[in-house]
Every structure is written in C-alpha cells, then in structure tokens.
C-alpha cells in the first residue's frame, strides 16, 4: 500500500489487501513503475520504498519458493524466478531465521540441499568437458 500510494495509479503486481499473495517482481519493472510516480513524490523514496518491499521477509519467501514466478507490474506471470535468485532469496531468509534465533524450515534446507547438488554435479560435468583427451 505505501508503494501505490506514491504512485498516480495502483500496479497490479502489489498485494491490495492483507494477505493477499507476494509475487515477485519481473526482472526491470522498475523502468514500468518510475513513470507513474506522482509528481510530487522524489525518486529517491519510491527507491528506498521498493528496497524496503523487496528486502522483506515476505518478499524473499516469494521468491524463494520452488516454482515461484516472476511477474510484470499487472500481476501477470512472465517466466519462472532463476535457480541462482532462488537461492540468494533462500540466503537472506536463512539470516531473517538466523537473526530471530529459530533453525530453517525443512523446505528451505531441502532447497538448499537439491541447489548444492546441481552445483556439484554443474562441476564435476565441467571438469570432465575441459579435461585433456
């Protein structure tokens, strides 16, 4: 709410309500937002007001949610949030958990888990293509 509020229109891609769902943002929708700023409004706090949405809690959960995708500023969906984004999202909630004393939830450490393999295996995949014949 505080995000439409410094706009001339609601974007779709906001929650309108209390517990409606997070959907994280399409890569760039910055460039679609900035020109509805109202024209009273500095660029700078529709900055640090986006930081504020998109460093939450809730909003790292979003994007770190298996199958989770992104979406542009009507709320529709325009390709699946990357395995790498996935996991820098399930980093930052791991230091939310962290900072508040409690242990990560089993999907974010299975998450974790299967991320850590496809890399090992990325690796070793890698090693062996560049290896001498």
């Known amino acids: 709410m505080a995000i439409n509020a410094l706009l001339i ?11 409606d769902p997070i959907r994280p943002f399409a ?24 930081a ?22 009507n ?3 325009v390709g699946p ?13 791991e230091g939310f958990k962290a900072r508040n004393g409690s242990s990560v939830d089993a999907s974010a450490s299975s998450l974790a888990a299967s991320a850590s393999k496809r890399d090992a295996i990325s690796a070793h995949l890698l090693r062996r293509k560049d290896a001498p014949r």
């Open 75 to 77: 709320g529709e969906p």
């Open 27 to 50: 890569l760039g929708l910055w460039n679609d937002i900035r020109p509805l700023l109202k024209p009273d409004v500095s660029v700078s706090a529709l900055r640090k007001a986006l």
């Open 9 to 19: 229109r609601p974007i779709a891609v906001l929650p309108s309500r209390v517990g």
């Open 81 to 93: 949030v990357s395995d790498a984004d996935r996991l820098d999202a399930l980093k930052k909630y």
């Open 52 to 73: 504020t949405y998109v460093h939450a809690r809730s909003y790292q959960v979003a994007v770190a949610r298996p199958g989770s995708m992104r979406h542009d500023i």
